[in-house]
């Protein structure tokens, strides 16, 4: 694991007294850091750990960047569920630098950022939204003046840590989907040497984002990552692991067109096209619009936001996809039946053709005439007849 | 038994076959168990494709088949690459027909009889024959890239495996899962390849069918009993070896031919 330095800045008051000033009690508090410690599966001793943490620590300085997405990412993490996640994330924690929710613009703001990038140089956490153009120079996204690329591969410079929120980020989601026009380029793929966090979904849910944040605030170090660097608390399961409709998958009972009685009974979606099984998140369990529903509980099957490539992956509504290179709507078995039957055929015709070109060779050949054998000994009549 | 003998009541211008013991018994049982699995992982693959309609209006609790239906998938995928992690094991212990340098054609012995089968079998452009006891060298190559596609669906079917298992041994290939970009793109690979199998098969009995029919050498028996019925010459050239033969001694030297 990384272990980071501790991000503590000097001076001013804690997280926790920025929140009491608020007037959170502390009964919300302690609520609040036991929720968080759920979500990512700390034991129960690690509540204190995250008290603790909010208790002593300061603010954390967050360098927030938008590049080629649609902000559902901000807009998932500002309606999380509770209000201090919004509190100590948005107003305390910090974000020294974010283009949707600061008040400074132009000169100002990009000033702001420098400064936080120069002042904490190596403590504060680079928090990217969206996917980084490399086409023509990375003219399809520029900030300042200057191209996606620059200004991340700058502002990594002096990071601590990456964390790439969303399928934009981690994926290039939408915008990198064939023919990806703009080359759009997750995140990972133009950093090297810092320790990247790929939040995925699109967008991810908040309790994710503000779960992965109290992590990092807590302990001081990367969550456990699995191998597409994702937090594997929040990304060890598939939403089909963690489904309220996989009985009725085990039980063979599948909701075969939207509308009917199956759909009715709530039987699951996998023959609707469900990628359920193939994404790794959290929506089962979490859920989202506080944990009031997700989109299998709505009726509707998984698209697999949080995998790479889920728009290349369509249709939505069928398990096997279309077959890239061969038409929109042809898939695997389609292909395979084409060739399964081109083969009988082919075996066919060469029957006929072995049966002209090598009937020589087919059947008897000289001197092996069975009739030059002598006549088989008398067996039939020697078997006893059954009453 | 001599030919003589059991060749006393025909034409002495009969041509005179040789019984020659091809398929160990061990090559046999791989060979069975092997088709065995592919059917079983074919039908249980497909039917996880595209599950039937069996039943509805009824509760999840008094069902389970289509859990049952995958158990078998992965049951048969553990018999299957172990077995197959045998047949690599024989290549080397085998007999000169089992063993593994024959399914690469890096002599030039064995890429002329590629050829030659293409002219003579698959085109059917030419007629001589082939000096092949064991499999042709065509065959043998097909079986190289037959094997090929076996590791491909290992990998990839463990791979998505891992996933739903704490065994160690899925958890081997779960590094495939990012290699591929993910599991919906693994399952779709790891689906085409299934009609690799498919379509393998129907190359495979057909040809079966064609050199027994053509050649009589017993071809389709040989996979039952081991035996093939070869031209006495056809021992003397290629068809007896590609390579030299390893020091190692013949299993039961002296045994005779069972009657």
Same mark, same amino acid.
């Given at each position: 694991?990384?272990?980071?330095?501790?991000?503590?800045?000097?001076?001013?008051?804690?997280?926790?007294?920025?929140?009491?000033?608020?007037?959170?009690?502390?009964?919300?508090?302690?609520?609040?850091?036991?929720?968080?410690?759920?979500?990512?599966?700390?034991?129960?001793?690690?509540?204190?750990?995250?008290?603790?943490?909010?208790?002593?620590?300061?603010?954390?300085?967050?360098?927030?960047?938008?590049?080629?997405?649609?902000?559902?990412?901000?807009?998932?993490?500002?309606?999380?569920?509770?209000?201090?996640?919004?509190?100590?994330?948005?107003?305390?924690?910090?974000?020294?630098?974010?283009?949707?929710?600061?008040?400074?613009?132009?000169?100002?703001?990009?000033?702001?950022?420098?400064?936080?990038?120069?002042?904490?140089?190596?403590?504060?956490?680079?928090?990217?939204?969206?996917?980084?153009?490399?086409?023509?120079?990375?003219?399809?996204?520029?900030?300042?003046?200057?191209?996606?690329?620059?200004?991340?591969?700058?502002?990594?410079?002096?990071?601590?840590?990456?964390?790439?929120?969303?399928?934009?980020?981690?994926?290039?989601?939408?915008?990198?989907?064939?023919?990806?026009?703009?080359?759009?380029?997750?995140?990972?793929?133009?950093?090297?040497?810092?320790?990247?966090?790929?939040?995925?979904?699109?967008?991810?849910?908040?309790?994710?984002?503000?779960?992965?944040?109290?992590?990092?605030?807590?302990?001081?170090?990367?969550?456990?990552?699995?191998?597409?660097?994702?937090?594997?608390?929040?990304?060890?399961?598939?939403?089909?692991?963690?489904?309220?409709?996989?009985?009725?998958?085990?039980?063979?009972?599948?909701?075969?067109?939207?509308?009917?009685?199956?759909?009715?009974?709530?039987?699951?979606?996998?023959?609707?096209?469900?990628?359920?099984?193939?994404?790794?998140?959290?929506?089962?369990?979490?859920?989202?619009?506080?944990?009031?529903?997700?989109?299998?509980?709505?009726?509707?099957?998984?698209?697999?936001?949080?995998?790479?490539?889920?728009?290349?992956?369509?249709?939505?509504?069928?398990?096997?996809?279309?077959?890239?290179?061969?038409?929109?709507?042809?898939?695997?078995?389609?292909?395979?039946?084409?060739?399964?039957?081109?083969?009988?055929?082919?075996?066919?015709?060469?029957?006929?053709?072995?049966?002209?070109?090598?009937?020589?060779?087919?059947?008897?050949?000289?001197?092996?005439?069975?009739?030059?054998?002598?006549?088989?000994?008398?067996?039939?009549?020697?078997?006893?007849?059954?009453? | 038994?001599?030919?003589?003998?059991?060749?006393? +009541?025909? !034409?002495?211008?009969?041509?005179?076959?040789?019984?020659? #013991?091809?398929?160990?018994?061990?090559?046999?049982?791989?060979?069975?168990?092997?088709?065995?699995?592919?059917?079983?992982?074919?039908?249980?693959?497909?039917?996880?494709?595209?599950?039937?309609?069996?039943?509805?209006?009824?509760?999840?609790?008094?069902? #389970?088949?289509?859990?049952?239906?995958?158990?078998?998938?992965?049951?048969?995928? #553990?018999?299957?690459?172990?077995?197959?992690?045998?047949?690599?094991?024989?290549?080397? +212990?085998?007999?000169?027909?089992?063993?593994?340098?024959?399914?690469?054609?890096?002599?030039?012995?064995?890429?002329?009889?590629?050829?030659?089968?293409?002219?003579?079998?698959?085109?059917?452009?030419?007629?001589?024959?082939?000096?092949?006891?064991?499999?042709?060298?065509?065959? !043998?190559?097909?079986?190289?890239?037959?094997?090929?596609?076996?590791?491909?669906?290992?990998?990839?079917?463990?791979?998505?495996?891992?996933?739903?298992?704490?065994?160690?041994?899925?958890?081997?290939?779960?590094?495939? +899962?990012?290699?591929?970009?993910?599991?919906?793109?693994?399952?779709?690979?790891?689906?085409?390849?299934?009609?690799?199998?498919?379509?393998?098969?129907?190359?495979?009995?057909?040809?079966?069918?064609?050199?027994?029919? +053509?050649?009589?050498?017993?071809?389709?028996?040989?996979?039952?009993?081991?035996?093939?019925?070869?031209?006495?010459?056809?021992?003397?050239?290629?068809?007896?070896?590609?390579?030299?033969?390893?020091?190692?001694?013949?299993?039961?030297?002296?045994?005779?031919?069972?009657?």
């Amino acid at each position: 694991m990384n272990v980071l330095e501790s991000p503590t800045r000097t001076g001013g008051p804690t997280i926790w007294e920025e929140i009491r000033a608020r007037g959170v009690s502390r009964r919300d508090f302690i609520k609040f850091c036991t929720w968080m410690s759920a979500y990512l599966g700390l034991e129960s001793s690690g509540v204190a750990d995250v008290v603790k943490a909010l208790e002593t620590k300061r603010r954390m300085p967050v360098v927030w960047l938008h590049f080629q997405e649609c902000t559902c990412c901000s807009e998932s993490f500002i309606r999380s569920s509770h209000p201090i996640v919004a509190d100590i994330l948005l107003d305390k924690v910090s974000l020294d630098y974010t283009e949707t929710l600061q008040a400074a613009a132009g000169f100002q703001a990009e000033e702001c950022m420098h400064r936080t990038m120069k002042e904490s140089r190596g403590e504060y956490l680079l928090m990217v939204e969206g996917s980084v153009p490399m086409a023509d120079d990375g003219a399809y996204c520029c900030i300042g003046g200057r191209s996606a690329l620059e200004i991340v591969q700058e502002a990594a410079e002096g990071a601590k840590a990456v964390v790439a929120w969303g399928n934009c980020a981690c994926a290039g989601c939408v915008q990198a989907a064939k023919p990806n026009p703009t080359q759009a380029t997750p995140i990972h793929k133009v950093i090297t040497g810092k320790p990247i966090i790929n939040v995925q979904g699109c967008p991810p849910i908040a309790e994710v984002m503000a779960g992965v944040v109290v992590y990092l605030l807590t302990f001081d170090r990367i969550p456990q990552l699995d191998a597409l660097g994702r937090p594997e608390a929040f990304y060890s399961r598939r939403v089909h692991d963690t489904c309220y409709r996989r009985p009725y998958y085990d039980a063979g009972l599948f909701v075969e067109s939207f509308g009917d009685e199956n759909a009715r009974h709530g039987y699951c979606l996998y023959k609707m096209g469900c990628r359920g099984p193939t994404t790794y998140n959290s929506c089962g369990i979490i859920r989202w619009n506080n944990g009031v529903s997700y989109p299998i509980q709505s009726g509707h099957g998984c698209i697999g936001c949080s995998e790479a490539g889920f728009w290349d992956n369509g249709p939505f509504y069928q398990r096997l996809a279309s077959f890239p290179g061969f038409g929109i709507e042809t898939t695997a078995d389609q292909i395979g039946l084409a060739v399964g039957a081109a083969t009988i055929a082919g075996a066919a015709a060469h029957a006929v053709l072995t049966n002209v070109r090598k009937h020589h060779e087919i059947g008897e050949q000289p001197g092996e005439s069975a009739s030059l054998a002598p006549p088989p000994a008398v067996a039939e009549s020697d078997e006893p007849t059954k009453e | 038994m001599t030919p003589e003998a059991s060749t006393v +009541v025909l !034409s002495t211008a009969a041509p005179v076959f040789k019984r020659v #013991y091809v398929w160990e018994l061990p090559v046999r049982v791989y060979h069975w168990l092997n088709a065995l699995c592919v059917l079983v992982l074919t039908v249980t693959g497909i039917l996880i494709a595209h599950p039937p309609a069996l039943a509805s209006a009824t509760e999840a609790s008094f069902s #389970y088949w289509f859990g049952v239906n995958r158990f078998i998938h992965f049951a048969a995928a #553990y018999v299957f690459f172990f077995n197959f992690a045998f047949r690599i094991y024989w290549g080397f +212990v085998g007999n000169q027909f089992s063993d593994w340098r024959n399914f690469l054609p890096l002599r030039r012995a064995q890429f002329r009889q590629v050829w030659s089968v293409l002219q003579v079998d698959v085109l059917q452009a030419k007629n001589r024959p082939i000096e092949a006891i064991g499999h042709n060298a065509l065959a !043998s190559f097909t079986y190289f890239a037959m094997f090929l596609v076996f590791l491909f669906q290992v990998v990839s079917g463990f791979a998505m495996y891992a996933s739903m298992s704490k065994a160690w041994f899925p958890q081997l290939f779960a590094w495939a +899962v990012p290699l591929f970009g993910g599991d919906f793109s693994l399952r779709q690979w790891h689906y085409l390849a299934m009609w690799f199998f498919i379509v393998f098969t129907i190359v495979h009995v057909y040809l079966v069918f064609y050199h027994d029919y +053509v050649e009589g050498h017993g071809v389709m028996s040989s996979m039952v009993g081991g035996w093939k019925f070869v031209h006495p010459e056809m021992l003397k050239g290629n068809g007896r070896s590609w390579f030299p033969l390893s020091p190692r001694p013949p299993r039961n030297p002296a045994k005779p031919p069972p009657h």
